[in-house]
C-alpha cells in the first residue's frame, strides 16, 4: 500500500511571494491533515477534511493560508503572501475516518527568506 | 490547556544499550500514538496504543490510560535508531497534541 505522498519535498522563497503545496493522501482514506511544524517542536494541525468537507480549520491563519480537497482525495495548501515565520515543514498526514491511527506523509520544507 | 509531556529531553546512548521514553498526558487517553521523526524529517508510525502493551521487534510501548502515562521501550539500541520520539494524543478529537520530542543520539 503507497503512502502519503506531498510535493515538493523542498521549496525556497521570498517574503511576500506565494507557494502552494501538494498531498495525496493513502487510498480510502477519508480523513485528511495539514500539519506544520516549526523546527524543534512536535507538528501542530492547521487544518482537517473529512472526504471534501472541512472538519476543522480553527488553527489555519486564514488571511493568508487556504487550503481545499474538491473531490474528496488530493488536496492543496497555499500560502500568500508567506511570512518568515511560515518557514516549517508542511506536514500532511491521513487516516481511514475520524479518532482512528493517522500516517504521515514525507513533508514539504519550507524555507522564506 | 491540554498538554503532552516527554521525558527525558534528550538521550544519549551507546549502541547496545536499553531505554525507556515516557509520556504524561493532562486529560484521558483513547487515541495515544507514538511515532519517531528520522534525521529527514519523516514521520513514522511505531505504535497506536491508547491501552495496553504492544511489541514490535526491538520496541515495545505501554499505555496506563486510567494513570495517564505511556512508555517506550527501545533494547540493543542501534545507531539507525536516532531521531526524535514523539508521542501524540487526540484527546477525543482529531487533532493530534504532540509532545516536546525525545531527541535519541546513539552512538556506535
Known amino acids: 500500500e503507497a503512502g502519503v505522498a506531498q510535493s515538493p519535498r523542498y521549496k525556497i522563497i521570498e517574503k511576500r511571494q506565494s507557494v502552494a503545496f501538494w498531498c495525496n493522501p493513502i487510498?480510502?482514506?477519508?480523513?485528511l491533515y495539514w500539519y506544520q511544524q516549526i523546527l524543534g517542536q512536535g507538528p501542530k494541525l492547521l487544518i482537517q477534511f473529512q472526504n471534501n468537507g472541512v472538519v476543522d480549520d480553527s488553527q489555519l491563519p486564514k488571511d493568508r493560508f487556504s487550503a481545499e480537497r474538491l473531490k474528496g482525495v488530493d488536496s492543496t495548501l497555499k500560502i500568500q503572501p508567506a511570512k518568515l515565520e511560515d518557514s516549517a515543514v508542511y506536514l500532511c498526514?491521513?487516516?481511514?475516518?475520524?479518532?482512528?491511527?493517522?500516517?504521515f506523509g514525507p513533508g514539504t520544507r519550507l524555507t522564506v527568506t | 490547556g491540554i498538554q503532552v509531556e516527554q521525558s527525558p529531553p534528550d538521550l544519549i546512548l551507546q549502541e547496545g544499550a536499553n531505554s525507556t521514553l515516557r509520556c504524561n498526558f493532562s486529560d484521558s487517553v483513547n487515541n495515544l500514538q507514538w511515532f519517531h521523526q528520522n534525521p529527514w524529517g519523516q514521520l513514522i508510525n511505531l505504535f497506536y496504543i491508547p491501552s495496553g502493551t504492544k511489541q514490535n521487534g526491538r520496541l515495545s510501548a505501554t499505555t496506563v490510560a486510567t494513570e495517564r502515562y505511556s512508555l517506550l521501550y527501545i533494547s540493543s539500541s542501534q545507531t539507525t535508531d536516532s531521531g526524535v520520539y514523539f508521542c501524540?494524543?487526540?484527546?477525543?478529537?482529531?487533532?493530534?497534541?504532540f509532545g516536546t520530542g525525545t531527541r535519541l543520539q546513539v552512538f556506535p
Open positions: 487510498s480510502g482514506h477519508a480523513t
Open positions: 501524540a494524543e487526540a484527546y477525543n478529537t482529531d487533532k493530534l497534541i
Open positions: 498526514a491521513s487516516s481511514r475516518g475520524r479518532l482512528r491511527e493517522q500516517y
